[in-house]
Protein backbone atom coordinates (compact mmCIF):
# COMPACT_ATOMS: atom_id res chain seq x y z
CA UNK A 1 0.00 0.00 0.00
CA UNK A 2 1.06 3.55 -0.66
CA UNK A 3 0.88 6.40 1.16
CA UNK A 4 -0.38 9.52 -0.57
CA UNK A 5 1.11 12.96 0.67
CA UNK A 6 -1.31 15.19 0.53
CA UNK A 7 0.29 18.93 0.10
CA UNK A 8 -2.53 20.90 1.22
CA UNK A 9 -1.90 24.61 0.88
CA UNK A 10 -1.53 26.26 4.39
CA UNK A 11 -4.46 28.71 4.67
CA UNK A 12 -3.38 32.36 5.17
CA UNK A 13 -5.47 34.85 6.86
CA UNK A 14 -4.55 38.49 6.12
CA UNK A 15 -2.97 38.63 9.98
CA UNK A 16 -0.67 36.16 8.42
CA UNK A 17 0.07 38.05 5.82
CA UNK A 18 0.83 41.06 7.37
CA UNK A 19 2.46 40.34 10.56
CA UNK A 20 3.50 36.31 9.72
CA UNK A 21 6.77 37.24 7.95
CA UNK A 22 10.53 36.21 9.92
CA UNK A 23 11.68 39.32 11.50
CA UNK A 24 15.59 40.47 9.94
CA UNK A 25 17.50 42.22 11.90
CA UNK A 26 18.64 45.43 10.64
CA UNK A 27 20.89 46.68 8.23
CA UNK A 28 24.51 47.94 9.38
CA UNK A 29 24.30 51.60 10.58
CA UNK A 30 27.05 52.70 7.94
CA UNK A 31 25.25 50.68 4.94
CA UNK A 32 21.66 52.31 6.51
CA UNK A 33 23.41 55.68 5.58
CA UNK A 34 25.31 55.44 2.62
CA UNK A 35 21.46 54.34 1.08
CA UNK A 36 20.31 57.55 2.88
CA UNK A 37 22.82 59.29 1.14
CA UNK A 38 21.98 57.90 -2.31
CA UNK A 39 18.81 58.76 -1.40
CA UNK A 40 19.20 62.65 -0.54
CA UNK A 41 21.37 63.34 -3.53
CA UNK A 42 19.01 61.54 -5.64
CA UNK A 43 16.27 63.77 -4.70
CA UNK A 44 18.41 67.45 -4.84
CA UNK A 45 19.63 65.88 -8.66
CA UNK A 46 16.39 65.34 -10.19
CA UNK A 47 14.44 67.81 -8.08
CA UNK A 48 16.34 70.51 -6.82
CA UNK A 49 14.99 69.65 -3.24
CA UNK A 50 16.23 67.87 -0.41
CA UNK A 51 14.09 65.59 2.11
CA UNK A 52 11.66 66.81 4.80
CA UNK A 53 8.83 65.73 6.91
CA UNK A 54 7.91 68.87 9.34
CA UNK A 55 6.99 71.05 6.62
CA UNK A 56 4.74 68.04 5.33
CA UNK A 57 2.57 67.83 8.70
CA UNK A 58 2.64 71.51 9.10
CA UNK A 59 0.43 71.66 5.94
CA UNK A 60 -1.68 68.82 7.61
CA UNK A 61 -2.32 70.61 10.49
CA UNK A 62 -3.08 73.88 8.82
CA UNK A 63 -5.42 72.20 5.84
CA UNK A 64 -7.40 71.30 9.22
CA UNK A 65 -7.23 74.56 10.71
CA UNK A 66 -8.53 76.04 7.17
CA UNK A 67 -11.54 73.86 7.54
CA UNK A 68 -12.49 74.69 11.02
CA UNK A 69 -11.26 78.88 10.80
CA UNK A 70 -10.55 79.93 7.29
CA UNK A 71 -10.84 83.63 8.66
CA UNK A 72 -8.86 82.99 11.23
CA UNK A 73 -5.95 81.64 8.76
CA UNK A 74 -6.59 84.29 6.84
CA UNK A 75 -5.13 86.91 9.48
CA UNK A 76 -2.37 85.28 10.61
CA UNK A 77 0.68 85.75 8.51
CA UNK A 78 2.93 82.19 8.99
CA UNK A 79 -0.77 80.43 8.12
CA UNK A 80 -1.71 83.02 5.37
CA UNK A 81 0.99 81.60 3.19
CA UNK A 82 0.14 78.11 2.99
CA UNK A 83 -3.57 78.36 2.84
CA UNK A 84 -4.59 81.99 1.84
CA UNK A 85 -7.64 82.54 0.48
CA UNK A 86 -8.65 79.95 -1.68
CA UNK A 87 -4.97 77.82 -2.01
CA UNK A 88 -5.00 74.56 -0.38
CA UNK A 89 -2.38 73.96 1.79
CA UNK A 90 -2.17 70.58 0.62
CA UNK A 91 -0.61 71.04 -2.94
CA UNK A 92 3.00 71.03 -2.05
CA UNK A 93 5.50 68.47 -2.90
CA UNK A 94 6.59 67.65 1.12
CA UNK A 95 2.69 66.75 1.64
CA UNK A 96 3.25 64.03 -1.27
CA UNK A 97 6.66 62.95 -0.29
CA UNK A 98 5.07 62.30 3.37
CA UNK A 99 2.67 60.06 2.35
CA UNK A 100 5.54 58.36 0.58
CA UNK A 101 7.45 58.12 3.92
CA UNK A 102 4.60 56.63 5.06
CA UNK A 103 4.12 53.93 2.51
CA UNK A 104 8.26 53.35 2.71
CA UNK A 105 8.27 52.51 5.59
CA UNK A 106 5.18 50.71 6.18
CA UNK A 107 6.54 48.46 2.66
CA UNK A 108 10.37 47.79 4.98
CA UNK A 109 8.49 47.33 8.11
CA UNK A 110 6.06 44.52 6.54
CA UNK A 111 8.66 42.92 4.09
CA UNK A 112 11.39 42.30 7.13
CA UNK A 113 8.58 40.99 9.50
CA UNK A 114 8.96 44.50 12.12
CA UNK A 115 4.95 45.29 11.41
CA UNK A 116 4.18 44.86 15.77
CA UNK A 117 1.66 46.90 17.39
CA UNK A 118 4.00 47.69 20.13
CA UNK A 119 4.85 50.53 22.72
CA UNK A 120 8.99 50.63 23.19
CA UNK A 121 9.83 52.43 26.47
CA UNK A 122 12.65 51.95 28.64
CA UNK A 123 12.23 49.10 31.92
CA UNK A 124 11.47 51.28 34.80
CA UNK A 125 8.42 53.45 33.38
CA UNK A 126 4.78 52.27 32.64
CA UNK A 127 3.55 52.31 29.09
CA UNK A 128 0.78 55.28 29.61
CA UNK A 129 4.00 57.08 31.15
CA UNK A 130 5.77 56.28 27.94
CA UNK A 131 2.53 57.51 25.66
CA UNK A 132 1.94 60.59 28.09
CA UNK A 133 6.07 61.63 27.45
CA UNK A 134 5.85 60.69 23.59
CA UNK A 135 2.90 63.02 23.08
CA UNK A 136 4.64 65.53 25.05
CA UNK A 137 8.29 65.01 23.21
CA UNK A 138 6.57 65.29 20.12
CA UNK A 139 4.77 68.49 21.09
CA UNK A 140 8.01 70.21 21.86
CA UNK A 141 9.60 68.46 19.03
CA UNK A 142 6.92 69.77 16.39
CA UNK A 143 7.27 73.61 18.16
CA UNK A 144 10.72 73.64 17.55
CA UNK A 145 10.98 72.28 14.39
CA UNK A 146 8.76 74.70 13.16
CA UNK A 147 10.80 77.76 15.00
CA UNK A 148 13.94 76.26 13.50
CA UNK A 149 12.39 76.26 9.76
CA UNK A 150 12.71 72.33 9.39
CA UNK A 151 13.47 69.36 11.13
CA UNK A 152 16.29 66.97 11.21
CA UNK A 153 15.14 65.76 7.66
CA UNK A 154 14.56 69.24 6.58
CA UNK A 155 17.64 71.10 8.29
CA UNK A 156 20.08 68.76 9.88
CA UNK A 157 19.94 66.29 6.31
CA UNK A 158 19.26 68.37 4.09
CA UNK A 159 20.64 71.54 4.65
CA UNK A 160 23.65 69.47 6.14
CA UNK A 161 24.48 68.16 2.67
CA UNK A 162 24.29 71.21 0.76
CA UNK A 163 26.65 72.92 3.36
CA UNK A 164 24.15 75.63 4.32
CA UNK A 165 25.71 77.75 7.21
CA UNK A 166 22.78 77.59 9.21
CA UNK A 167 21.81 73.96 9.20
CA UNK A 168 25.32 72.78 10.81
CA UNK A 169 24.91 75.64 13.81
CA UNK A 170 20.87 74.08 13.67
CA UNK A 171 22.29 70.34 13.71
CA UNK A 172 25.36 71.12 16.84
CA UNK A 173 22.07 72.74 18.71
CA UNK A 174 20.15 69.50 18.51
CA UNK A 175 22.34 67.33 19.60
CA UNK A 176 23.31 70.04 22.10
CA UNK A 177 19.77 70.56 23.56
CA UNK A 178 19.39 66.30 23.92
CA UNK A 179 22.93 65.47 25.55
CA UNK A 180 21.91 68.35 27.86
CA UNK A 181 18.56 67.22 29.44
CA UNK A 182 19.57 63.58 28.63
CA UNK A 183 20.59 62.92 32.12
CA UNK A 184 17.65 64.41 33.96
CA UNK A 185 15.29 62.51 32.41
CA UNK A 186 17.54 59.22 32.16
CA UNK A 187 14.82 57.24 33.71
CA UNK A 188 12.78 57.44 31.14
CA UNK A 189 15.21 55.32 28.95
CA UNK A 190 17.59 53.40 31.38
CA UNK B 1 23.75 74.84 -18.85
CA UNK B 2 23.76 71.70 -16.53
CA UNK B 3 20.70 69.42 -17.14
CA UNK B 4 20.10 68.46 -13.46
CA UNK B 5 17.94 69.26 -11.38
CA UNK B 6 15.12 68.38 -14.03
CA UNK B 7 12.08 70.94 -14.63
CA UNK B 8 9.76 68.33 -13.30
CA UNK B 9 6.80 70.24 -13.13
CA UNK B 10 6.94 71.27 -16.81
CA UNK B 11 8.37 67.67 -17.91
CA UNK B 12 5.70 65.67 -15.98
CA UNK B 13 3.28 67.82 -14.88
CA UNK B 14 1.71 68.60 -11.80
CA UNK B 15 0.89 65.48 -10.70
CA UNK B 16 3.69 64.23 -12.07
CA UNK B 17 5.86 65.96 -10.34
CA UNK B 18 4.07 64.88 -7.03
CA UNK B 19 4.61 60.63 -8.16
CA UNK B 20 8.34 61.60 -7.84
CA UNK B 21 7.95 62.86 -4.37
CA UNK B 22 6.06 59.97 -3.28
CA UNK B 23 9.04 57.94 -4.52
CA UNK B 24 11.06 59.78 -3.19
CA UNK B 25 9.62 59.67 0.14
CA UNK B 26 9.20 55.96 -0.05
CA UNK B 27 12.89 55.56 -0.49
CA UNK B 28 13.37 58.19 2.20
CA UNK B 29 10.91 55.81 4.53
CA UNK B 30 12.31 52.31 3.68
CA UNK B 31 15.86 53.52 4.69
CA UNK B 32 14.76 54.85 7.93
CA UNK B 33 13.16 51.52 8.66
CA UNK B 34 15.85 49.02 7.43
CA UNK B 35 18.43 51.52 9.75
CA UNK B 36 16.37 50.78 12.95
CA UNK B 37 14.65 54.58 13.38
CA UNK B 38 11.19 53.53 13.77
CA UNK B 39 11.92 52.17 17.66
CA UNK B 40 12.29 55.15 20.33
CA UNK B 41 14.83 53.05 22.40
CA UNK B 42 17.26 52.44 19.35
CA UNK B 43 17.34 56.54 18.48
CA UNK B 44 17.04 57.57 23.06
CA UNK B 45 20.23 55.59 23.07
CA UNK B 46 21.89 57.53 21.06
CA UNK B 47 21.89 60.32 23.98
CA UNK B 48 23.52 58.00 26.35
CA UNK B 49 26.13 56.91 24.11
CA UNK B 50 24.97 53.34 24.23
CA UNK B 51 24.28 52.64 20.48
CA UNK B 52 25.68 55.72 18.04
CA UNK B 53 23.29 54.56 15.18
CA UNK B 54 21.63 57.93 15.14
CA UNK B 55 25.25 59.50 14.42
CA UNK B 56 26.30 56.53 12.13
CA UNK B 57 23.50 56.72 9.96
CA UNK B 58 22.91 60.86 9.77
CA UNK B 59 26.55 61.52 9.03
CA UNK B 60 26.91 58.78 6.76
CA UNK B 61 24.20 59.67 4.60
CA UNK B 62 24.95 63.56 4.86
CA UNK B 63 28.90 63.13 3.72
CA UNK B 64 27.64 60.75 1.07
CA UNK B 65 25.21 62.70 -0.34
CA UNK B 66 27.84 66.12 -0.32
CA UNK B 67 30.21 64.19 -2.00
CA UNK B 68 27.87 63.18 -5.15
CA UNK B 69 26.32 66.65 -5.11
CA UNK B 70 29.38 68.47 -5.08
CA UNK B 71 30.87 66.21 -7.71
CA UNK B 72 27.81 66.12 -9.64
CA UNK B 73 27.84 70.34 -9.69
CA UNK B 74 32.45 70.45 -10.09
CA UNK B 75 31.32 68.02 -13.52
CA UNK B 76 28.55 70.30 -14.56
CA UNK B 77 26.16 68.20 -14.62
CA UNK B 78 24.31 70.25 -11.81
CA UNK B 79 23.72 73.38 -11.06
CA UNK B 80 24.38 74.50 -7.09
CA UNK B 81 22.33 77.55 -7.91
CA UNK B 82 18.87 75.69 -8.56
CA UNK B 83 18.93 73.77 -5.49
CA UNK B 84 17.84 74.35 -2.23
CA UNK B 85 19.78 75.72 0.52
CA UNK B 86 18.60 76.12 3.50
CA UNK B 87 18.73 80.29 4.07
CA UNK B 88 20.49 80.89 7.17
CA UNK B 89 18.46 82.71 10.84
CA UNK B 90 21.12 81.74 13.34
CA UNK B 91 19.40 82.07 16.21
CA UNK B 92 16.44 81.47 15.53
CA UNK B 93 17.84 77.78 14.20
CA UNK B 94 20.12 78.04 17.00
CA UNK B 95 17.09 78.08 19.78
CA UNK B 96 14.54 75.97 17.58
CA UNK B 97 17.23 73.24 17.85
CA UNK B 98 17.67 73.04 21.43
CA UNK B 99 13.89 72.89 22.18
CA UNK B 100 14.04 70.33 19.14
CA UNK B 101 16.82 68.33 21.28
CA UNK B 102 14.54 68.49 24.06
CA UNK B 103 12.12 67.17 22.61
CA UNK B 104 13.91 64.20 20.87
CA UNK B 105 15.23 63.17 24.35
CA UNK B 106 11.64 62.79 26.01
CA UNK B 107 9.64 61.79 23.08
CA UNK B 108 11.98 59.59 21.56
CA UNK B 109 11.57 60.52 17.95
CA UNK B 110 11.98 63.12 15.23
CA UNK B 111 9.50 64.09 12.68
CA UNK B 112 10.55 61.84 10.37
CA UNK B 113 11.67 58.79 12.21
CA UNK B 114 8.03 59.20 13.93
CA UNK B 115 6.51 58.75 10.61
CA UNK B 116 8.50 55.37 9.84
CA UNK B 117 7.23 54.71 13.70
CA UNK B 118 3.70 54.82 12.92
CA UNK B 119 4.04 53.15 9.52
CA UNK B 120 5.25 49.98 11.32
CA UNK B 121 2.16 50.30 14.07
CA UNK B 122 4.25 51.32 17.26
CA UNK B 123 1.93 52.98 19.62
CA UNK B 124 4.44 55.21 21.13
CA UNK B 125 5.20 56.51 17.76
CA UNK B 126 1.45 57.65 16.90
CA UNK B 127 1.46 59.18 20.10
CA UNK B 128 4.80 61.52 19.23
CA UNK B 129 2.90 62.15 15.85
CA UNK B 130 0.22 63.19 17.39
CA UNK B 131 2.31 65.36 19.90
CA UNK B 132 4.35 66.90 16.97
CA UNK B 133 0.78 67.98 14.96
CA UNK B 134 -0.25 69.60 18.10
CA UNK B 135 3.22 71.32 18.54
CA UNK B 136 3.30 72.16 15.21
CA UNK B 137 -0.04 74.01 15.43
CA UNK B 138 0.79 75.50 18.79
CA UNK B 139 3.96 77.17 16.94
CA UNK B 140 1.55 78.58 14.24
CA UNK B 141 -0.50 80.36 16.62
CA UNK B 142 2.02 81.80 18.76
CA UNK B 143 4.66 82.86 16.28
CA UNK B 144 3.05 86.48 15.87
CA UNK B 145 3.74 87.22 19.17
CA UNK B 146 8.05 86.89 18.57
CA UNK B 147 8.23 87.49 14.87
CA UNK B 148 11.14 89.58 14.86
CA UNK B 149 13.00 87.31 16.75
CA UNK B 150 11.75 84.30 14.13
CA UNK B 151 12.95 86.91 11.46
CA UNK B 152 16.28 87.96 12.88
CA UNK B 153 20.06 87.05 11.80
CA UNK B 154 19.15 86.30 8.58
CA UNK B 155 22.12 85.80 6.37
CA UNK B 156 20.39 84.21 3.34
CA UNK B 157 21.87 81.20 1.38
CA UNK B 158 24.83 81.45 3.29
CA UNK B 159 26.84 78.48 2.74
CA UNK B 160 30.15 77.05 5.23
CA UNK B 161 32.23 77.74 2.33
CA UNK B 162 31.39 81.76 2.56
CA UNK B 163 31.34 81.57 5.77
CA UNK B 164 34.96 79.85 6.18
CA UNK B 165 36.46 81.63 3.02
CA UNK B 166 37.64 78.45 1.67
CA UNK B 167 37.34 76.74 -1.89
CA UNK B 168 34.25 74.13 -1.88
CA UNK B 169 37.13 71.04 -2.30
CA UNK B 170 38.45 71.53 1.14
CA UNK B 171 35.43 72.24 2.94
CA UNK B 172 33.95 68.88 1.48
CA UNK B 173 37.18 67.19 2.51
CA UNK B 174 36.82 68.38 5.48
CA UNK B 175 33.67 67.40 6.01
CA UNK B 176 34.41 63.89 4.85
CA UNK B 177 36.99 63.42 7.43
CA UNK B 178 35.11 65.11 10.74
CA UNK B 179 32.53 62.67 10.21
CA UNK B 180 34.99 59.88 10.09
CA UNK B 181 36.92 60.82 13.43
CA UNK B 182 33.59 61.52 15.12
CA UNK B 183 32.60 57.01 13.34
CA UNK B 184 35.90 56.08 15.54
CA UNK B 185 34.88 58.47 18.63
CA UNK B 186 31.23 56.95 18.40
CA UNK B 187 32.76 53.08 18.16
CA UNK B 188 34.49 53.89 21.35
CA UNK B 189 31.70 55.69 23.24
CA UNK B 190 29.86 52.23 22.07
CA UNK B 191 32.59 50.07 23.91
CA UNK B 192 33.00 51.89 27.01
CA UNK B 193 29.13 53.13 27.34
CA UNK B 194 27.20 49.84 25.28
CA UNK B 195 29.69 47.22 25.90
CA UNK B 196 29.64 46.69 22.34
CA UNK B 197 32.76 44.58 21.14
CA UNK B 198 35.46 45.98 19.18
CA UNK B 199 34.18 46.29 15.53
CA UNK B 200 35.78 44.14 13.16
CA UNK B 201 38.43 45.12 10.75
CA UNK B 202 37.01 44.52 7.66
CA UNK B 203 37.13 44.76 3.57
CA UNK B 204 33.93 46.24 3.97
CA UNK B 205 34.92 49.34 6.32
CA UNK B 206 38.20 50.01 4.94
CA UNK B 207 36.23 50.47 1.50
CA UNK B 208 33.52 52.54 2.35
CA UNK B 209 36.46 54.94 4.30
CA UNK B 210 38.74 54.83 0.90
CA UNK B 211 35.75 55.50 -1.31
CA UNK B 212 34.71 58.37 0.72
CA UNK B 213 38.20 60.35 1.05
CA UNK B 214 38.83 59.69 -2.65
CA UNK B 215 35.72 61.05 -3.68
CA UNK B 216 36.08 64.46 -1.52
CA UNK B 217 40.13 64.29 -2.99
CA UNK B 218 38.18 64.15 -6.46
CA UNK B 219 35.57 66.90 -5.73
CA UNK B 220 38.79 69.11 -4.64
CA UNK B 221 40.53 68.13 -7.42
CA UNK B 222 37.59 69.36 -10.01
CA UNK B 223 37.62 71.83 -8.64
CA UNK B 224 33.68 74.00 -8.99
CA UNK B 225 32.78 76.24 -12.10
CA UNK B 226 33.14 79.53 -11.33
CA UNK B 227 31.24 82.33 -12.74
CA UNK B 228 33.26 82.47 -15.97
CA UNK B 229 32.74 78.85 -16.87
CA UNK B 230 29.05 78.92 -16.09
CA UNK B 231 28.72 82.17 -18.51
CA UNK B 232 30.28 80.27 -21.44
CA UNK B 233 28.09 77.14 -20.77
CA UNK B 234 25.35 79.66 -20.84
CA UNK B 235 26.60 81.97 -23.83
CA UNK B 236 25.31 80.37 -26.79
CA UNK B 237 21.40 80.40 -25.30
CA UNK B 238 21.69 83.83 -23.72
CA UNK B 239 23.47 86.03 -25.97
CA UNK B 240 21.48 85.28 -28.73
CA UNK B 241 18.68 86.41 -26.37
CA UNK B 242 20.72 89.64 -25.89
CA UNK B 243 21.48 90.08 -29.47
CA UNK B 244 17.50 90.05 -30.50
CA UNK B 245 16.91 92.36 -27.14
CA UNK B 246 14.53 89.41 -25.74
CA UNK B 247 16.46 90.69 -22.77
CA UNK B 248 16.12 94.47 -21.52
CA UNK B 249 14.67 97.07 -19.23
CA UNK B 250 13.11 99.84 -21.97
CA UNK B 251 14.66 103.08 -21.44
CA UNK B 252 11.08 104.64 -20.78
CA UNK B 253 11.05 101.92 -17.59
CA UNK B 254 14.47 102.78 -16.32
CA UNK B 255 14.04 106.29 -16.67
CA UNK B 256 10.67 105.94 -14.48
CA UNK B 257 12.27 103.45 -11.83
CA UNK B 258 15.45 105.96 -11.63
CA UNK B 259 12.36 108.96 -10.84
CA UNK B 260 10.95 106.48 -8.10
CA UNK B 261 11.71 107.21 -4.34
CA UNK B 262 10.50 103.71 -3.22
CA UNK B 263 12.86 102.30 -5.15
CA UNK B 264 16.78 101.59 -5.14
CA UNK B 265 17.75 100.97 -9.08
CA UNK B 266 21.32 99.81 -8.70
CA UNK B 267 22.81 99.74 -12.37
CA UNK B 268 25.89 97.47 -12.83
CA UNK B 269 28.00 97.62 -15.69
CA UNK B 270 29.88 94.20 -16.23
CA UNK B 271 31.85 95.22 -19.46
CA UNK B 272 35.08 95.67 -20.06
CA UNK B 273 36.47 98.60 -17.83
CA UNK B 274 38.05 100.06 -21.78
CA UNK B 275 34.29 100.05 -22.71
CA UNK B 276 33.13 101.55 -19.19
CA UNK B 277 35.39 104.48 -19.68
CA UNK B 278 34.16 104.88 -23.68
CA UNK B 279 30.03 105.21 -22.61
CA UNK B 280 28.33 104.26 -19.39
CA UNK B 281 24.89 105.15 -18.72
CA UNK B 282 25.33 107.78 -15.67
CA UNK B 283 25.06 106.43 -12.12
CA UNK B 284 26.34 103.23 -13.63
CA UNK B 285 28.54 101.49 -11.42
CA UNK B 286 31.70 99.50 -13.63
CA UNK B 287 31.87 96.06 -12.06
CA UNK B 288 34.01 93.20 -13.51
CA UNK B 289 31.65 89.96 -13.97
CA UNK B 290 33.93 87.84 -11.70
CA UNK B 291 32.65 90.32 -8.35
CA UNK B 292 29.34 89.80 -9.64
CA UNK B 293 28.50 86.96 -6.63
CA UNK B 294 29.62 88.99 -4.02
CA UNK B 295 28.80 92.07 -4.97
CA UNK B 296 24.89 90.70 -5.00
CA UNK B 297 25.66 89.33 -1.41
CA UNK B 298 26.52 92.63 -0.26
CA UNK B 299 23.07 93.68 -1.61
CA UNK B 300 20.26 94.51 1.67
CA UNK B 301 18.78 91.53 0.88
CA UNK B 302 17.26 91.13 4.57
CA UNK B 303 13.26 90.41 4.46
CA UNK B 304 11.33 93.38 6.00
CA UNK B 305 9.33 92.00 9.28
CA UNK B 306 5.86 91.10 8.29
CA UNK B 307 3.82 92.71 10.96
CA UNK B 308 0.41 90.31 11.26
CA UNK B 309 -1.37 91.80 14.40
CA UNK B 310 -2.40 95.55 14.31
Known amino acids: MTTAVVNEPKRRGWRDVLFGRPEKPYVNPYVGGALLGVVLFLSFFLTGNGLGASGGLNRYVVFLQDLVAPEHVDRVAYLLKMAGGDKNPLDDYLVFMTLGTLLGGFVSGWQHGRLKVETNKGPNISVHTRWVMAFVGGAIMGYGARFARGCTSGQALSGGAVLSAGSWAFMFAVFGGGYAVAYFVRRLWN | ?310
Open chain 2, 1 to 310: MPPFPLPINELLGHWGAYVVYVLIGFAFGYVLEISGFAISTKLAAQFYLKDMTVLKVMFTGIIVAMVLIFAATGLGLLDYNLIWVNPTYLWPGIVGGLIMGVGFIIGGFCPGTSLVSVATLKIDGLFFAVGGLFGIFLFGETVQYFEDFWNSSYYGRLTLMDWLNLPTGIVVLGVVLMALVMFWGGEQLERIFGGHDKPQRSWGRVAGVATLVAGALFVLMIGQPTTADKWVRLAPEKEALLAERAVQIHPGELLTSLADDQLNVIMLDVRDEADYNLFHIRRARHLPLADLSAAIRNCNWRPRPIRSSW
